[in-house]
């Protein structure tokens, strides 16, 4: 046992890394909107799965069969990481505008939110199955199976640590992760928008009173969180090049454990949640075997929430400064 | 607030909204008004109509698609018993669960192990079955319900999560094949249990009205009252002496009893299960059915659990766009009225006062205040 450990934990802590990664900025999606709503925004998983298909859309007509190389592989990833932000983002906002906005007008509780979250997620989920899949995406009567992603990249080993590979792809997606984890840190605390995001957390009517515009904040919250959860999106279909119209649920529920692992509402605490669960779930494989992943996911959600429920860095996007 | 209200009135989904609000608001003063006689008039009609609902007549227009006494017992009778028994957790207690579907698959799977490994009688396993469930209700909420509101969302939702998986990975139990080759219950009273569903139906509804008469007893008594200063105000019901962390476990400790006895009297019906009759998009949809109907009030949770169970059957015409269809709604539903159809009357009270918005607060307060008072004598 201590054995297979020994030989297998370099390769999962790669794994777990790129995995985290990802949970970590579909989680910032969950934790930015909680922050400033305090609501779980269930359908947050759906706007993954929408930036997802609209990549892989934009592959398809790009007719990229072959993997790319050089200046073409970074254009293209890049061309698909605007798209795939601008999707998942105006998926977002639109979200919010249909079943959020009408509620929050009537003073509705934040039961009545949740379900329509989950309502929103149930539609869309549906409309990926029953029209898009088959229709836009030339799969008819196939909808509810998986759509394989064409290989983007070589995969080469970069560097060699004792018996790990480490991948380019792995530290593409990592590095991406890092990148938008940056970026966003830096609009939060330096814009004036981000200022009026921080405001609004902290105390919404003060936040009215002084003139922030709730609205407008709330929308571009929902967009910056809708844009990181494009890019997660890219960076899964690349790495695991399989699309399914459910594919957000798992990894909604996994990102909303490490928005919580890390301290909901704290930008921060997403990223190292992330990387923690997705180190703590591959870890684990190594001793149970992997198909109690899951299991072992949520259960260091629960034993996080009962001993530091607000995480490991704490609750609140307001403190969250650079 | 009233310059305000004038110009939203021209708003189409406003009008709409105040359209549904008048009439089932009606529907609910009119009965808290009505008179002794007349309600145990209408829960008479109400008896004899659920006796004759498995008529081929009344099927016919409620379901052209597919078998009426089919659908009575499974979707619309288990749904029924499953909200009562979430109404209990999530309706009078005010704590959100996501993973009921979780006391559900327990239920089934203990009526499936003990019949096919064991062979015990149907009745012994019932008990065992609501045993079972009630004690992982207790596991369960130990060491969750110290948390609140949307952090004990997920932790539940977790929580079904981990039985699902749990089911599929153990050999013991089928592993991802479930178990097959159920018995169904022994004959009683000269009553035949085998493929027709009649009986499982009569049985169900017996259960749900032995179930929602305990609910109302409990909903009326000292505990009740606890839930629901609890739900309201749980500082409040704190300080005033109500022991919280007790109640709530004893609400997840009812509501599990509930879902397990559901769980085993569907298994012993449907012959086989597996872990995927467990997804989370059932404790999703039987939530749903509990707001939509009017969390917290009896009658409007059971509404809203036949309606969310039968609509999609009765529109089957619709083929697979009926779950489309249901999303939507339920987006539609929330925004048109987010209290539910028939809400709970003191929680109707308290928002009707202050017309259209924001003024719950202070009221909602005052009640679980006086709720407490009554719980702490």
């Not at chain 1, 990102?255 to 190292?272: D, E, H, K, M, Q």
């Amino acid at each position: 046992m201590l054995n297979d450990f020994i030989n297998q934990v370099g390769p999962s802590t790669v794994g777990g890394l790129a995995s985290g990664a990802i949970y970590a900025l579909i989680a910032l999606g969950y934790t930015m909107v909680y922050g400033v709503l305090r609501l779980i925004n269930f359908a947050h998983s759906e706007i993954f799965m929408i930036g997802a298909f609209a990549a892989l859309f934009v592959v398809l007509h790009l007719g990229v069969t072959t993997p790319l190389t050089g200046v073409a592989l970074v254009g293209v990833l890049l061309l698909l990481m605007l798209v795939a932000m601008a999707a998942s983002g105006g998926a977002a906002v639109v979200l919010e505008r249909v079943a959020y906005r009408p509620l929050r007008r009537h003073g509705a509780g934040r039961l009545a939110a949740l379900i329509s979250a989950i309502g929103a997620s149930i539609f869309l989920q549906e409309l990926f199955a029953l029209v898009i899949i088959p229709e836009v995406f030339d799969r008819p009567s196939q909808g509810r199976i998986q759509v394989p992603v064409p290989r983007l990249l070589d995969r080469e080993t970069v560097v060699t640590i004792g018996n790990t590979d480490i991948r380019n792809d792995h530290l593409i997606i990592v590095g991406a992760a890092v990148i938008m984890m940056i970026l966003l840190d830096v609009f939060v605390s330096r814009t004036r928008i981000g200022r009026g995001i921080r405001a609004t957390s902290q105390d919404p009517e003060t936040a009215t009173l002084m003139g922030v515009d709730i609205n407008k904040v709330i929308r571009t919250t929902f967009f910056v969180g809708g844009a990181m959860a494009g890019v997660a999106a890219l960076l899964y279909a690349m790495e695991f090049e399989n699309l399914r119209y459910n594919v957000g649920f798992l990894l909604g529920v996994k990102a909303f454990t490490a928005a919580v692992l890390g301290g909901i509402g704290n930008l921060r605490g997403a990223l190292l949640g992330g990387l923690a669960l997705g180190l703590i779930e591959n870890w684990g494989s190594i001793f149970f075997g992997s198909e109690w992943k899951d299991v072992i996911a949520f259960t260091v959600l629960v034993l996080v929430l009962l001993f530091r429920p607000t995480g490991i860095l704490g609750e609140s996007l307001q403190r969250a400064r650079a | 607030m009233n310059a305000n209200s004038n110009i939203r009135s021209g708003n189409p989904l406003t009008s709409l909204r105040r359209a549904v609000g008048g009439f089932s608001d009606g529907v609910r003063d009119w009965w808290a008004a009505a008179p002794r006689w007349t309600r145990w008039t209408v829960y008479g009609l109400l008896i004899a109509l659920v006796i004759v609902a498995p008529h081929p007549a009344i099927g016919s227009f409620m379901s052209p698609y597919s078998h009426w006494p089919s659908l009575l017992f499974s979707p619309i009778g288990t749904f029924v018993l499953l909200a009562v028994g979430l109404n209990v957790v999530v309706g009078q207690a005010g704590l959100l669960d996501l993973g009921f579907v979780a006391f559900y698959a327990i239920g089934a799977y203990t009526m499936a192990v003990f019949a096919t490994k064991f062979g015990w009688n149907f009745w012994g396993i019932l008990v065992i079955a609501i045993f079972m469930t009630a004690v992982s209700g207790i596991v369960l909420g130990s060491p969750t319900l110290r948390l609140r509101g949307d952090y004990l969302a997920i932790v539940t939702l977790g929580f079904g999560e981990i039985v699902r998986i749990t089911a599929q990975n153990t050999d013991y139990i089928g592993g991802a094949r479930g178990i097959t080759n159920i018995p169904h219950p022994p004959t009683i009273f000269g009553v035949d249990f085998a493929l027709d569903p009649l009986p499982y139906y009569y049985l169900l509804v017996a259960a749900i009205v032995l179930v929602v008469i305990f609910a109302k007893r409990l909903e009326r008594s000292r505990v009740g009252r606890a839930w629901e200063a609890i739900r309201e105000d749980e500082d409040a019901a704190e300080l005033m002496g109500v022991p919280t962390f007790r109640f709530k476990l004893l609400a997840f400790f009812v509501g599990a009893m509930i879902g397990g006895l559901t769980g085993a009297i569907w298994a012993s019906k449907v012959i086989a299960i597996q872990h995927n009759n467990f997804p989370f998009i059932l404790s999703a949809t039987i939530l749903a059915a509990v707001v939509l109907g009017g969390s917290g009030n009896l009658p409007g949770v059971i509404i809203g659990a036949f309606l969310i169970a039968w609509l999609p059957e009765r529109f089957r015409g619709f083929q697979d766009y009926r779950i489309l269809i249901f999303g939507g709604a339920l987006v539609l539903m929330m925004a048109l009225r987010p209290e539910g159809l028939l809400p709970a009357r003191r929680r109707r009270a308290v928002s009707g006062n202050g017309g259209e918005s924001g003024d719950t607060e202070p009221g909602a307060t005052e009640a679980g205040g006086q709720a407490a008072e009554e719980v702490a004598k």
